[in-house]
């Protein structure tokens, strides 16, 4: 049986480099000369040693794992049940100093401190508990050698290393898991596209991310960061990162989360770049300003070193010029603003004037119908006629179809003769209105009743079913019943016998027919609905505050704004990731049974390939060869592009018509150099724009409607899990005040019935609480399970970190101050995009805090953690999985 000196200095040779648990303390004394531990000393250390092993004070807490709080009384509870066992064993008087000894000089100051903290909230917050399991990761040694002390005295033998951790079993099949290779790229059976196609874009996509490579890898060799460049070449996997919509939201707070990559040397590692809408407006940022030259003496990339993220006198000169923009929409003097005024105006006329036209040519059509046509005492015999061939079909037409090659003319012939009986009774309505009605205002008031139900369904929003039935039945008749009125007028003014003073006897049917063959030639032909809708405003502005480059001749003057990059020269120096620009394709009425739920399909610029799978993928140089305004500039408008009359799946069909009427029109028609005809083609004219208020847009014609990305998919990560990319970060800074994922959701949909891909991931951490109303994380970390192909060697899985715009009450004083000024902080509307130079701080900020806590100790190791360290991707997403996955048992 070993003595009590024996089992002492056992425990603390185990631990070398460790503090002593009873240097020079008055129990370490005694055990010298004390004999070897009685038979109730043993049975006291066993009970206590039963409550140690038992309790979080010596098992592994894994991040987002346990409660804190709960932790903390685990450890609180050790004193209680020590004071219990020692009461039953009074004969323990030695054990009984060893163990206060260690409870009041290493475990007390633990929980005096967490116990006060806790009572003000400072657990609450996932990452805020970084400090408490911090402290408690430094507990754990310690009350570790004490549990072996009491094993020890409990079988009378010297501490002996106990055996592997289950959780470093469980690290050990994750570290095996996330070392599995997933060659990426889209797949030639699982990719939706066609395989020669699929092959074409993964070449191109292939050479721009080795060339990227390439650069970076001679960088970190020439600095001795890495040993080899096939090192890096090499990479069988992908990594992206993309950026969700939300406008100048989203994009400032994902601006903040990439300050904190880039200060780790994480974003030049990254191959693709997928931005849609707001996201859009930092990602072409960035594409803008590394496609540039770089100006003397400084260098251009994504390393912490590089501009346009290395600090000079302060801030950064290229974000402070995003902040000082922030307020894009509103930038200019007065002659600017009243050019973007006029210009909405003159767009809003002319589409006006679109409908007088087509209102003119049935109005011409009627008088000359009615000139030609029996007079209207003859339409009640072919009513009649009509009405009893109707009444008689019940008879006739059963015995039509019994007959196989008739059916379809049964059909046919019922649809007639039901249209017919209801053509008539409209052309003697509209005779009559001629004949009856003189007040021509009262042709505009017709409309009014269904215009009403259409304001007060926009406004309303949500209302009660039983309202909402008859103000959407009203407002379906609004668009037919303005045209109508319309005509009543232009109808009037032909058959007016008057003539104008200014061509003598020239009689107004004349006039009408010599408006409507010029106003065929200029609406039908000259016409461009691109021209009178306000995106070509939209991008400019857009371009002066983050399409910008730094000037070669001047390296410390002013940026250069609103630069043009071409999109098949994006990006061309390989200082950036691949640029992928989410855009949707509105083809509400495309006969394509996939589109009949969705309305719009997925479309995508980047510098290789433009196009949608509905559409097919065309070269992009092919695009920009017929249209001369198609540059970066153009694709982050469109992507951005979320007022419009077409929204894909939320297009709201009763206010399709009114938001183009009013020029709400920032989608864009884009000539498809994949349609089948060949020759020139003029401008999106007339007939687009009626396509668009009407709801009639497909991919048959030469030009495409293309608008916001959101309208279909607003997180961006879509075409990076069609390349099937093994890490991804996602920023969603979408408006989301409920925590309802609504992207994600939707993204979780489309790529299970599209790409067999599904994304498991659990939100609870991020869901605010009903108390507080504070999220307990501001990210999540998830398996995306890949289908396996033949080029898979084992299961295909890829990693996600999903960043959530979110607030867990641990941010800094000015954050929390600005939430007490701004409750709608961090979720303001999307429709503001007149940022304050304290919003916009704020949520930069909020980004680059939340990008900070991707890097807690807790998770990624004290190392990993700091500020200046160098980061590898597959290190970190490793880090991580080890922390908060669990192991595919």
């Known amino acids: 049986m070993a003595s009590w000196i024996e089992l002492l200095e056992a425990v603390d040779r185990a631990a070398q480099g460790e503090p002593h648990l009873f240097a020079a303390s008055p129990p370490l004394a005694r055990a010298r000369a004390a004999p070897s531990p009685t038979d109730e000393d043993r049975t006291a250390a066993g009970r206590l040693h039963i409550q140690c092993v038992s309790r979080i004070v010596t098992q592994r807490l894994p991040y987002a794992d346990g409660e804190e709080v709960a932790a903390l009384a685990s450890v609180y509870q050790l004193f209680k049940e020590a004071r219990t066992i020692f009461d039953a064993h009074p004969q323990c008087g030695l054990l009984n100093d060893l163990v206060w000894h260690v409870l009041n000089t290493r475990v007390r100051p633990f929980t005096a401190k967490w116990h006060r903290l806790s009572e003000r909230g400072a657990l609450a917050a996932l990452d805020a508990t970084d400090v408490f399991r911090d402290d408690l990761a430094r507990l754990q040694p310690i009350l570790a050698r004490l549990d072996a002390l009491l094993v020890a005295i409990r079988d009378g033998t010297p501490y002996a290393p106990p055996g592997a951790d289950p959780a470093n079993s469980n690290e050990a099949d994750i570290t095996a898991e996330m070392g599995g290779s997933l060659p990426w790229g889209i797949d030639d059976k699982l990719g939706g596209l066609d395989a020669r196609m699929a092959a074409d874009i993964n070449r191109q996509e292939r050479d721009a991310i080795a060339l990227r490579r390439a650069v970076y890898a001679d960088r970190l060799r020439a600095d001795g960061r890495t040993a080899t460049q096939d090192d890096w070449t090499a990479r069988p996997h992908a990594a992206a990162l993309a950026i969700s919509g939300g406008g100048i939201r989203s994009a400032t707070f994902a601006l903040g989360v990439l300050v904190a990559l880039a200060r780790r040397n994480l974003l030049f590692q990254f191959d693709y770049l997928s931005t849609v809408s707001g996201g859009g407006y930092i990602g072409s940022f960035l594409t803008t300003f590394l496609s540039g030259p770089a100006p003397d003496g400084a260098s251009l990339g994504l390393m912490r070193s590089d501009l346009p993220f290395q600090r000079e006198d302060g801030e950064a000169a290229a974000l402070r010029h995003v902040r000082h923009h922030s307020k894009y929409l509103a930038t200019g003097g007065l002659a600017e603003r009243l050019r973007m005024a006029f210009a909405q105006v003159y767009g809003m006329a002319m589409n006006g004037l679109g409908i007088v036209y087509l209102a003119t040519i049935a109005a011409l059509v009627e008088y000359v119908l009615r000139l030609v046509l029996p007079p209207e005492s003859f339409w009640p015999i ?282 709400i029109r920032l989608g864009y028609w884009i000539r498809n150099p994949g349609h089948a005809r060949a020759g020139d083609v003029g401008p999106p004219g007339l007939s687009y724009l009626l396509q668009e208020m009407c709801g009639l847009a497909d991919e048959s014609r030469p030009h495409v409607n293309v608008s916001d990305g959101g309208h279909i998919e607003n997180l961006g990560v879509y075409e990076l899990l069609r390349r099937r990319c093994k890490y991804i970060v996602a920023i969603d800074g979408e408006q989301d005040a409920q925590m309802t994922f609504h992207g994600l959701t939707t993204l979780q949909r489309l790529a299970a019935i599209d790409l067999g891909i599904t994304i498991d991931i659990g939100l609870d951490q991020l869901r605010p609480s009903k108390t507080s109303g504070l999220s307990h994380s501001h990210f999540a970390f998830c398996r995306i399970h890949y289908p396996r192909t033949t080029r898979d060697d084992g299961e295909s899985h890829g990693y996600l970190i999903y960043l959530k715009l979110s607030l867990t009450g641990n941010e800094g004083e000015f954050i929390r101050r600005y939430r007490l000024d701004e409750p709608n902080f961090p979720h303001h509307s999307t429709a503001n995009q007149f940022f304050t130079e304290a919003q916009f701080e704020a949520y930069r900020s909020l980004g680059e805090h939340v990008g900070d806590k991707l890097f807690l100790p807790a998770i990624v190791g004290p190392d990993m953690s700091q500020h200046s360290a160098d980061v590898r991707v597959e290190e970190w997403f490793l880090a991580i999985g080890k922390n908060m996955l669990s192991p595919l048992r």
Request: proline share 7%.
């Open 382 to 663: 072919p009513l009649l006629v009509a009405g009893v061939a109707l009444l008689a079909t019940p008879f006739v037409l059963p015995q039509l179809a019994r007959r196989r090659n008739h059916r379809s003319a049964a059909d046919g012939l019922l649809l007639a003769l039901c249209i017919i009986p209801i053509a008539l009774l409209a052309w003697q309505g509209l005779g009559w209105l001629h004949v009856n009605v003189e007040w021509q205002p009262l042709y505009l008031l017709i409309p009014l009743v269904p215009l009403l139900a259409s304001a007060l369904l926009a406004l309303a929003g949500r209302v009660a079913l039983p309202l909402r039935i008859p103000l959407m039945v009203a407002s379906s008749v609004a668009v037919p019943l303005i045209f109508i009125g319309t005509e009543l007028i232009v109808y009037h003014h032909i058959r007016d016998e008057s003539v104008l003073p200014v061509l003598g006897s020239t009689s107004n049917i004349f006039i009408a027919m010599v408006l409507a063959v010029v106003g065929f030639w200029l609406l039908c032909d000259l016409f461009d609905i691109n021209f009178t809708a306000p995106h070509r405003h939209y991008k400019k502005k857009l371009g002066e505050a983050y399409l910008v480059q730094p000037d070669s001749a001047e390296p410390l003057g002013p940026l250069r704004e609103n630069v043009s990059v071409a999109l098949s020269a994006c990006n061309d120096a390989g200082r950036g990731p691949y640029h992928l620009v989410n855009c949707a394709l509105n083809v509400p009425a495309s006969k394509q049974a996939r589109m009949q739920g969705r309305l719009t399909d997925f479309f995508l610029f980047s510098r290789a390939f433009c196009g949608s799978p509905l559409t097919g993928y065309q070269p992009t140089q092919a695009w920009e060869r017929l249209d001369d305004d198609l540059d970066l500039g153009t694709a982050m408008a469109i992507s951005g592009a979320a007022a419009a009359a077409q929204m894909g799946t939320g297009t709201i069909r009763t206010l399709s018509f009114w938001l183009a009427l009013f020029n």
